[in-house]
C-alpha cells in the first residue's frame, strides 16, 4: 500500500521475489530481475500535478520524456495518471501509440527529425518543437501544404551554463539543442520567426538534467518567458500561448529521501518567474527521470565471492548490461547497493569494505567499489535502487548479456503481500540470436561462383 514508505516496499518485494521464485539459482533466465513501484510512480505523478495546480491555474500538460523510461506499460500507466508523454524519435512515439496516449498529450522534440518525421506529427496533430531554423523551414513547406492541428513552437537554448555533468548540460554556449539565443543575432532572429508565422504559439526550453542546479533551470525557463514576452509584445497579442519548459529535476541517488520536491521547483518559479504562472500561459513540463528513478530496483544474484589485493569482492549478475552510465562512469553516476540475504532479508552486521562487480568480461564492470556493506556471500541478493530511469530499462548488449525481465509490484495486504504483473519478458537466447543477425548466418561467405555459397 502507499503508505508504507519505499523502502518498506522494496523490502516486502525482495522477499516476495525469492517466495514467488523470480529470481532462483536454477533457472538461467532469472539470475537478474528488475521491479517496478506501481504505487510510488502513482504518487509521483500526483505529486507533480498537485506541485504545478498549487502555482497556477493555467492549463498543464506534464509530457513524461519517455526517453527515461521506454516501457509501454509504464507510459499507459502515467496515461492513466492523467499525464502525456514527450517523445524524441519514431520509436518512442510508436511506444506511445501503443500505449493509447492519444496526439492532444504528445509532444515531439528530437534535434534530428526528418521531412518523414515531421509529415506524420503534423497529420496525427501532435505538438511540434521545432530544433533549429532549417527545421523551421520544413515546417513551412508542411504547414503550407495542409492543415494542420499540431501546435508549434521553437526551442531555444538560454545558453545559461553548464552543471556537473557535462554530457547532461543542454544550455551550455556551445550546446547542440535549440536555438542559441545569445548568440550574435539569434534572438533578432527567433522574434522575426514568429511575427513572420502566426501559426508559432509555443516556446520551449529544456535547460536542466542530473547535476542541474535548481536555481540554474529556473534561470533558464526565466530567459525563455522573457523572449516569450518580447514576441508577444512586439505582435501585439498573445502569439505564444504556451510555454515547454522542460524536465530535469534532478533526483537523490544517495538514499530513499526524495528531495528535491516538484512542490519545490514550483515554488521556486513561482518566485523567479511570477508572470510565466499568472494564466496568460498554458505549461508543458517533460520530466523524465525525476518520475520513475525512485521507483525502479534491479535485484541480482550473488555468483560467487572471492578476495583480490584483499579486498572482498561480490560477483554478481548486474553490471554493465543495466547501468551502463554508472559503470562507464561512476564518478557521476554512484548507485546505492543494498544486501539482502538468499531468503531475501536485508543483510545486518558488520559493514566490511567490498567490491560489487557485474556479469561482464572487463575490468570496470562494477557496480559499486570499495563500498562498506555486510559481507556479501554467493546466494545472497544485491538489490540496486534508483534505477528506474535510464537503467534496466536501457539495457547494453555488452556480452551479448539478456534484457532482464521487468515486473511491476504492489503490495497487497498489511502482512506483506506482494502482487507482481509482468512489464517485460526476459530476453531469449533465440531473441538474442536473432538480434545478431542469426537469419543471415551465411551473409559474409564467399558469394562469388565456385566459392562457399552459391548465389
Ligand atoms: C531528456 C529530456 C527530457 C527529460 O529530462 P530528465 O532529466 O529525464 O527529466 C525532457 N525534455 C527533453 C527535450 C529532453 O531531451
Same mark, same amino acid.
Given at each position: 500500500?502507499?503508505?508504507?514508505?519505499?523502502?518498506?516496499?522494496?523490502?516486502?518485494?525482495?522477499?516476495?521475489?525469492?517466495?514467488?521464485?523470480?529470481? %532462483?539459482?536454477?533457472?538461467?533466465?532469472? #539470475?537478474?530481475?528488475?521491479?517496478?513501484?506501481?504505487?510510488?510512480?502513482?504518487?509521483?505523478?500526483?505529486?507533480?500535478?498537485?506541485?504545478?495546480?498549487?502555482?497556477?491555474?493555467? =492549463?498543464?500538460?506534464?509530457?513524461?520524456?519517455?526517453?527515461?523510461?521506454?516501457?509501454?506499460?509504464?507510459? %499507459?500507466?502515467?496515461?492513466?495518471?492523467?499525464?502525456?508523454?514527450?517523445?524524441?524519435?519514431?520509436?518512442?512515439?510508436?511506444?506511445?501509440?501503443?500505449?493509447?496516449?492519444?496526439?492532444?498529450?504528445?509532444?515531439?522534440?528530437?534535434?534530428?527529425?526528418?521531412?518523414?518525421?515531421?509529415?506524420?506529427?503534423?497529420?496525427?496533430?501532435?505538438?511540434?518543437?521545432?530544433?533549429?531554423?532549417?527545421?523551421?523551414?520544413?515546417?513551412?513547406?508542411?504547414?503550407?501544404?495542409?492543415?494542420? @492541428?499540431?501546435?508549434?513552437?521553437?526551442?531555444?537554448?538560454?545558453?545559461?551554463?553548464?552543471? %556537473?555533468?557535462?554530457?547532461?548540460?543542454?544550455?551550455?554556449?556551445?550546446?547542440?539543442?535549440?536555438?542559441?539565443?545569445?548568440?550574435?543575432?539569434?534572438?533578432?532572429?527567433?522574434?522575426?520567426?514568429?511575427?513572420?508565422?502566426?501559426?508559432?504559439?509555443?516556446?520551449?526550453?529544456?535547460?536542466? %538534467? #542530473?547535476?542541474?542546479?535548481?536555481?540554474?533551470?529556473?534561470?533558464?525557463?526565466?530567459?525563455?518567458?522573457?523572449?516569450?514576452?518580447?514576441?508577444?509584445?512586439?505582435?501585439?497579442? #498573445?502569439?505564444?500561448?504556451?510555454?515547454?519548459?522542460?524536465?530535469?529535476?534532478?533526483?537523490?541517488?544517495?538514499?530513499?529521501?526524495?528531495?528535491?520536491?516538484?512542490?519545490?521547483?514550483?515554488?521556486?518559479?513561482?518566485?523567479? *518567474?511570477?508572470?510565466?504562472?499568472?494564466?496568460? /500561459?498554458?505549461?508543458?513540463? !517533460?520530466?523524465?527521470?525525476?518520475?520513475?528513478?525512485?521507483?525502479?530496483?534491479?535485484?541480482?544474484?550473488?555468483?560467487?565471492?572471492?578476495?583480490?589485493?584483499?579486498?572482498?569482492?561480490?560477483?554478481?549478475?548486474?553490471?554493465? #548490461?543495466?547501468?551502463?552510465?554508472?559503470? /562507464?562512469?561512476?564518478?557521476?553516476? =554512484?548507485?546505492?547497493?543494498?544486501?539482502?540475504?538468499?531468503?531475501?532479508?536485508?543483510?545486518?552486521? !558488520?559493514?566490511?569494505?567490498?567490491?560489487?562487480?557485474?556479469?561482464?568480461?572487463?575490468?570496470?564492470?562494477?557496480?559499486?567499489?570499495?563500498?562498506?556493506?555486510?559481507?556479501?556471500? @554467493?546466494?545472497?541478493?544485491?538489490?540496486?535502487?534508483?534505477?528506474?530511469?535510464?537503467?534496466?530499462?536501457?539495457?547494453?548488449?555488452?556480452?551479448?548479456?539478456?534484457?532482464?525481465?521487468?515486473?511491476?509490484?504492489?503490495?497487497?495486504?498489511?502482512?506483506?503481500?506482494?502482487?507482481?504483473?509482468? *512489464?517485460?519478458?526476459?530476453?531469449?537466447?533465440?531473441?538474442?540470436?536473432? !538480434?545478431?543477425?542469426?537469419?543471415?548466418?551465411?551473409?559474409?561467405?564467399?558469394?562469388?561462383?565456385?566459392?562457399?555459397?552459391?548465389?
Amino acid at each position: 500500500m502507499a503508505s508504507h514508505h519505499a523502502g518498506a516496499r522494496r523490502d516486502r518485494a525482495v522477499r516476495a521475489v525469492v517466495e514467488q521464485g523470480l529470481l %532462483s539459482p536454477a533457472d538461467p533466465d532469472r #539470475q537478474i530481475v528488475a521491479l517496478i513501484d506501481t504505487d510510488g510512480i502513482r504518487a509521483s505523478a500526483a505529486a507533480l500535478v498537485a506541485a504545478f495546480a498549487a502555482v497556477t491555474d493555467a =492549463p498543464v500538460l506534464h509530457a513524461f520524456a519517455v526517453k527515461a523510461c521506454p516501457l509501454v506499460p509504464v507510459l %499507459s500507466l502515467l496515461d492513466a495518471c492523467g499525464l502525456g508523454v514527450e517523445v524524441a524519435s519514431p520509436g518512442e512515439l510508436a511506444l506511445a501509440r501503443a500505449a493509447g496516449l492519444p496526439p492532444s498529450r504528445t509532444v515531439l522534440d528530437s534535434p534530428a527529425k526528418t521531412p518523414a518525421d515531421l509529415r506524420q506529427a503534423l497529420a496525427l496533430g501532435i505538438a511540434v518543437n521545432a530544433d533549429n531554423l532549417q527545421e523551421l523551414a520544413r515546417l513551412d513547406a508542411l504547414v503550407a501544404s495542409a492543415p494542420t @492541428a499540431s501546435p508549434l513552437g521553437i526551442r531555444v537554448n538560454p545558453q545559461i551554463g553548464a552543471g %556537473s555533468i557535462g554530457a547532461l548540460s543542454t544550455a551550455t554556449a556551445t550546446s547542440k539543442f535549440g536555438v542559441a539565443i545569445r548568440d550574435e543575432g539569434a534572438r533578432d532572429a527567433v522574434v522575426r520567426a514568429y511575427l513572420d508565422r502566426p501559426w508559432l504559439t509555443r516556446l520551449h526550453t529544456h535547460t536542466g %538534467s #542530473q547535476g542541474i542546479p535548481l536555481a540554474l533551470m529556473a534561470e533558464g525557463v526565466a530567459t525563455a518567458y522573457e523572449l516569450a514576452e518580447e514576441i508577444n509584445a512586439k505582435a501585439g497579442r #498573445q502569439q505564444i500561448d504556451t510555454l515547454d519548459i522542460g524536465g530535469g529535476l534532478p533526483v537523490n541517488f544517495t538514499s530513499d529521501e526524495e528531495t528535491p520536491t516538484y512542490a519545490g521547483y514550483a515554488g521556486l518559479l513561482a518566485e523567479t *518567474v511570477p508572470g510565466l504562472l499568472d494564466g496568460r /500561459y498554458g505549461l508543458v513540463t !517533460e520530466f523524465g527521470r525525476s518520475l520513475l528513478a525512485k521507483h525502479g530496483t534491479v535485484l541480482a544474484r550473488v555468483e560467487y565471492t572471492k578476495t583480490a589485493g584483499g579486498r572482498p569482492v561480490a560477483v554478481t549478475h548486474a553490471g554493465v #548490461q543495466v547501468a551502463t552510465r554508472t559503470v /562507464y562512469d561512476p564518478v557521476s553516476w =554512484p548507485l546505492r547497493v543494498l544486501a539482502y540475504d538468499s531468503d531475501g532479508r536485508p543483510r545486518t552486521g !558488520e559493514e566490511v569494505v567490498q567490491d560489487v562487480a557485474g556479469p561482464a568480461c572487463f575490468a570496470g564492470d562494477l557496480l559499486a567499489t570499495a563500498r562498506p556493506l555486510p559481507l556479501l556471500r @554467493a546466494d545472497d541478493i544485491v538489490a540496486v535502487p534508483d534505477t528506474g530511469a535510464y537503467y534496466f530499462a536501457h539495457p547494453y548488449a555488452y556480452n551479448s548479456l539478456p534484457r532482464p525481465a521487468v515486473h511491476g509490484f504492489t503490495v497487497t495486504d498489511d502482512e506483506g503481500g506482494v502482487s507482481f504483473s509482468t *512489464v517485460r519478458r526476459a530476453q531469449s537466447l533465440a531473441e538474442i540470436v536473432a !538480434e545478431a543477425g542469426g537469419e543471415h548466418a551465411d551473409a559474409l561467405l564467399d558469394r562469388r561462383p565456385g566459392g562457399s555459397v552459391e548465389p
